[in-house]
């Protein structure tokens, strides 16, 4: 029996086909790659969190997250009626959502406007649905007739639209949003991805008693806790139930439920962070401008997309600066010669300008 057989026999080829999820080491690094926050919680914070974790009970399953849950509606602005589910981060919520809309006798379609956060794609595939990307257009906005006429030809089971979109920084115009919620209709979930809400303060929260195939899609991750993995969705509970049967017991681990708890009683210190990197956005897109052969779009997230000369060439020389950012310049056509840097603090945030003024130069 040959290792390289058994592979073939028992592993789908499509996923054969895939390559790994890859996180780069990135210890030594100024890492601007992941669109995470710079800050900790202040120490005393981090202090009396230690204390809770260290009360935690490891030796039993964790219990149920009924409490957890209705404090993230409660205090993360759920509309009344409505509850959520959460996952170990929204990467889990996006394939609980692929693996309970992919059928088994025909081939089911998830659709997102490209480039996109590639999670969608990924997920899509692993579950066996068609994935479906309609470009944007040049400056990233979403070319409406050509996602109607998708949506029409391909029947979407679900409908990816991240407000604002990664990589890109930008908001969909809502009133185009609406009309493709509306186009989907009775044959399609609508999940507005807001993953980056806190540096955008624009939500369709508020607008779920309006439709009853709108998901919206949040984490705490952006906020400042990417460590602990913890998303949340939102949308009518009979949709939300079935859901609620494809998702993994247990999924939201002791660890994880007292972190969020304990934060959610401190939104206050994450919403002051948040105010901060929106700040040095402004700051940082205003200092990108200035350079010579850059250009900045622009962002309603964390992040800020540029594009340069010759992105290959500056992200290798940024790299031997000690500097981690995205390069983007192979992901799509629309993304040619551009990286996507994560916001940070202002130390930081002028460690990469500075590297970058010489990576071009070089
Ligand atoms: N949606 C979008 C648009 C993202 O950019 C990301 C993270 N890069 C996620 C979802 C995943 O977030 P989480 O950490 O909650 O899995």
Redesign the pocket.
């Known amino acids: 029996m040959s290792l390289e057989s058994l592979i073939s026999n028992t592993i789908r080829a499509d996923v054969r086909a895939i390559g790994s999820y890859h996180v780069p080491d990135a210890s030594g690094y100024v890492k601007l790659d992941?669109?995470e926050n710079p800050y900790q919680l202040p120490e005393a914070l981090q202090r009396e969190l230690g204390e809770r974790l260290a009360a935690v009970a490891l030796n039993r399953y964790p219990p149920s997250y009924d409490g957890l849950r209705r404090k993230v509606a409660a205090r993360l602005g759920v509309p009344a009626g409505y509850e959520v589910l959460l996952g170990n981060?929204?990467?889990e919520l996006?394939s609980i959502m692929a693996a309970a809309c992919a059928h088994q006798d025909r081939r089911a379609v998830m659709m997102a406007p490209v480039p996109a956060?590639v999670?969608f794609q990924r997920s899509a595939q692993v579950a066996g649905m068609d994935f479906v990307g309609v470009p944007l257009q040049s400056d990233f906005s979403l070319d409406l007739p050509a996602m109607l006429a998708a949506i029409a030809q391909h029947k979407p089971a679900l409908l990816f639209l991240?407000y604002p979109?990664?990589p890109t920084g930008n908001l969909y115009d809502p009133e185009a949003m609406v009309q493709l919620i509306r186009a989907m209709g009775d044959t399609g979930l609508v999940v507005v991805?807001e993953?980056?809400e806190p540096f955008a303060q624009r939500s369709f929260m508020g607008r779920l008693p309006e439709f009853d195939n709108l998901i919206v899609m949040r984490?705490l991750?952006k906020l400042g806790l990417?460590g602990i993995?913890l998303?949340y969705m939102s949308a009518a509970p009979a949709l939300l139930a079935q859901f609620e049967k494809v998702r993994p017991p247990y999924n939201v681990n002791v660890m994880t439920q007292a972190a969020a708890d304990f934060a959610l009683d401190h939104l206050d210190v994450l919403n002051e962070q948040a105010a901060l990197l929106r700040e040095q956005r402004a700051v940082l897109s205003a200092a990108l401008a200035e350079l010579p052969n850059v250009t900045v779009f622009p962002s309603a997230a964390n992040f800020i997309l540029i594009r340069v000369a010759d992105a290959e060439t500056t992200h290798t020389n940024l790299l031997a600066r000690k500097i981690l950012v995205k390069n983007l310049s192979k992901m799509h056509s629309v993304l040619t010669n551009c990286l996507r840097i994560t916001v940070s603090t202002p130390e930081e945030n002028a460690a990469f300008l500075d590297a970058l003024k010489a990576s071009m130069a070089v």
């Open positions: 992941a669109m981060g929204s990467d996006i956060f999670m991240a979109n990664n991805d993953a980056y984490t991750s990417a993995r998303g």
